[in-house]
């Protein structure tokens, strides 16, 4: 069986040796002590250590809000940080797709269009769909910042 998890954690930049010698233990033979990754810390305190790599893939920072419960907020800059890319195309002589990949490789795609034709624009088209994206993806990641910070129950 295979499973999917969300999770809130605290994490600091650490390589492996100062793990290691954050635990007081010593560095098992073959491995890089420089091996960069994070000191991971749960809610219930548990702590280890995770290889930057690993890490950077399961998790997304979040930006610190004292003001809220949680502590934290999803922010514009991670919005804008999780579009990988897009592509945009004219569709007819009045309508403006938008296709938005993101960094976990799932899709949005978003269009405008207008009335007359002589009053378009794709520059306008393109602006009006990466606001309605933005504001999707400001939705996707509250939904999971809210199954981080709560669970599923």
């Known amino acids: 069986m295979k499973y999917i998890g969300t999770k809130l954690v605290e994490a ?75 592509e945009t195309q004219t569709m007819g002589d009045r309508t403006t797709v938008v296709r938005c990949v993101l960094r976990n490789g799932f899709e949005i795609v978003e269009s405008s269009s207008c009335v007359d034709p002589k009053n378009y624009s794709e520059k306008m088209g393109h602006e009006i769909c990466m606001n309605k994206i933005k504001d999707k993806i400001w939705e996707l990641l509250g939904f999971l910042l809210q199954t981080a910070w709560h669970g599923i129950s």
């Open 12 to 86: 600091s930049p650490m390589t492996r040796g100062a793990y290691n010698q954050y635990r007081g233990w010593q560095i098992p033979e073959g491995e890089n002590p420089e091996d960069a990754g994070y000191l991971v810390r749960y809610s219930d305190n548990y702590e280890t250590w995770s290889p930057k790599g690993v890490f950077e893939k399961a998790y997304l920072q979040v930006n610190d809000n004292k003001v809220l419960p949680s502590g934290v907020s999803v922010g514009q800059k991670m919005v804008e940080e999780f579009i990988s890319h897009t």
